[in-house]
Each structure stands twice: as structure tokens, then as C-alpha cells.
């Protein structure tokens, strides 16, 4: 069965590149690169692509809105060649607070913004060339002596219906971060079922990442797993996710610790029960059931998301093999 991983670059490119070489000769599928406050995205998979020859190599995801979708499109297609065609391009419009906050770029209609960048992207990858005029963007713009592969994949990041909805409207798949199961079933995989089959399109692929750690000490690996999870607790996107799976309580106690300013009592308002659903963390087989619980949940491509756990984690090596089987 597909399987992949999130290989962030954290503080060594050699140690990651190093990973996602394993990844490759563990056989799986494809490896995605994070893009935050760390190395560009799109870059660190050209890094990936030299190392490697087989393993398909996406971003996980490139924050859209700081890159122009035609400048974003000749990238793409660029590395997509440098890489042998095997680029996966996952895009998404981020967060309000980032976008606005780090890049100064407006973001009051993401889902309308995200429709037209994907339109110019398809129309780029799909024509080599874009002819496009609506209220964010305005292109006219053509390969001279060059093209993009023809179906150079395109996923979104997504959590709400209606981007969802676009996703199987539009896209060959969905990247998912920070989501939990039972939200995956609920709500992303039906969603985009329906939208897929209404469009009359093959139904996307439905990445997501699933944190795992291979760990003799599950408390330990619990504690690290919520500093990580803190900040997904405080953006809209993924606290409606949240909520959505049934820990509205949880946001409750986390809301009620934040306005106290009490930093600990926000770490435990993310429950056990919440992290449980949420992380694959324990010994080998541990880890290939939780995976299994996304696969029943809807998810067509597992994503082993690497995290440091704390005393007692066997390390990222050792959970990637473990994830392989």
C-alpha cells in the first residue's frame, strides 16, 4: 500500500536528505517538503531530487499567495524537469495571520483567490501558457520553446467544505496537516467524493500527515507532540478541523488557559484522548495500525510526519522504517 513522508530540513539539509534517500529505499512513494519559517519549500526538493531517482518529491505545502501563480508555474515546471517528472505541486493559501502578518499580502477571500491561482496553474501546466482575467490575477503569458509536463500533478491544502469541494472539483488531490481521523471521515473524504464524482473526475488523492514517533515513552512523546500541536490550536482553519472531530471541549480549555495566560494548562487542555486519535506513537506495530485508522478514514496516501519525541524516541530513522513495515 502507498505510503510517504513529511521530510522536513529542521536544522541539517544532509541529515534530511539523508531520510528521504531512506524513504526511497524503504519504497515509499513520495517524499513532501514543509514550507514555514524554514528553507523555501520548492528548493529543498531540488536538493531531494539530486540525491535520489525513483521517489516522487512534493511540496507539502508552498504558500501561494507570496508567489504570483505564473512566476509559481515556471518553478514548477523547472524542478518538475530537474526532477525527471516527479513533482507533486501542493499548494494552499496559508494562514491570515502569516500572510498578513509576515508578507503584508491581504487575505479576505482565500477560497475565491485559491479557484483563479489554481485555474492559471492548470492552464499553464496543461497549454504552456495562461490566458486569464478575473478579480486577483490578470495573465497573459506563453512557453517560448518550452512546456510543462501535461499533467504535472496539482494538490490543495484544504479543511473547509468549500475548499474541499474545490479539490474535487478541480485538483488531483488533497494535502492534509493537522487533521484528525474521525474529521477525515466525516468530513474530507465524503466531500470530496461527492464533488469528484459531480465534476465527473477521478477522485483525488487524499494526503495526510500522520505524526508519528517510534518511542518507548508515550507520556514523553505525548509532551512534545503538544508543544508541536500548539500553534494549530490557535488558527481558524484547523481549529474549525478540530472542533469538527468532537474536541470542541478541548478548545474550550485551551481558550480559558490562553486568556489566563497560563502556557501549561494550554498544553493540557490538548487531551489524551485528542493526541491518541491524532498520533501514531508507540512500538512498530502501533504505528502501522494508526496509519491503518487514516486508511479506513479515507486517506489514499499515508504520511509518515516526523517529530521528535522526547525521551525514549527511537528516531526518525528508525520510524520510517517502522512505518514501512
Not at 104 to 133: C, H, N, W
Not at 146 to 169: H, N
Not at 264 to 292: N, Q, V, Y
Amino acid at each position: 500500500m502507498s505510503l510517504a513522508a513529511f521530510v522536513s530540513v529542521g536544522k541539517s539539509l544532509a541529515e534530511a536528505v539523508s531520510r528521504v534517500q531512506l524513504a526511497e529505499s524503504l519504497g515509499y512513494e513520495a517524499a513532501f517538503s514543509t514550507h514555514t519559517t524554514g528553507r523555501d519549500g520548492l528548493m529543498t526538493l531540488a536538493a531531494y531530487a539530486a540525491a535520489t531517482k525513483r521517489i516522487r518529491l512534493g511540496t507539502g505545502v508552498v504558500p501561494a499567495l507570496p508567489r504570483h501563480p505564473l512566476s509559481l508555474a515556471i518553478e514548477a515546471a523547472t524542478l518538475d524537469e530537474i526532477s525527471g517528472g516527479r513533482l507533486i505541486l501542493g499548494v494552499g493559501p496559508s494562514h491570515k495571520v502569516t500572510m498578513e502578518g509576515w508578507y503584508d499580502i491581504p487575505m479576505d477571500k482565500p477560497y475565491s483567490q485559491m479557484r483563479e491561482y489554481v485555474t492559471i496553474l492548470r492552464q499553464m501546466f496543461t497549454t504552456d501558457g495562461a490566458s486569464f482575467e478575473g478579480d486577483f490575477y490578470k495573465v497573459q503569458f506563453g512557453f517560448v520553446g518550452y512546456g510543462a509536463r501535461k499533467d504535472l500533478p496539482i494538490y490543495l491544502s484544504a479543511l473547509a467544505p468549500k475548499m474541499l469541494t474545490f479539490a474535487g472539483e478541480a485538483c488531483d488531490g488533497v494535502i492534509l496537516w493537522s487533521c484528525l481521523p474521525s474529521y477525515i471521515a466525516s468530513t474530507v473524504t465524503p466531500t470530496v467524493r461527492a464533488a469528484a464524482e459531480k465534476a465527473g473526475r477521478p477522485m483525488p488523492t487524499i494526503v495526510a500527515a500522520v505524526p508519528c514517533a517510534v518511542t518507548t515513552n508515550t507520556a514523553a512523546a505525548f509532551e512534545a507532540l503538544r508543544a508541536d500541536f500548539f500553534v494549530y490550536m490557535t488558527l481558524p482553519f484547523y481549529r474549525r478541523a478540530i472542533a469538527g472531530a468532537g474536541y470542541q471541549a478541548e478548545l474550550d480549555a485551551f481558550d480559558k488557559a490562553q486568556e489566563a495566560g497560563d502556557f501549561p494548562a494550554a498544553l493540557a487542555a490538548m487531551s489524551d484522548a485528542m493526541l491518541t486519535e491524532f498520533a501514531a506513537i508507540g512500538d512498530a506495530a502501533a504505528i502501522r495500525d494508526k496509519i491503518d485508522e487514516y486508511r479506513a478514514a479515507g486517506v489514499t496516501l499515508p504520511a509518515v510526519g516526523l517529530f521528535r519525541g522526547g525521551d525514549g524516541y527511537a528516531g526518525a530513522e528508525e520510524t520510517l522504517k517502522a512505518a514501512a513495515g
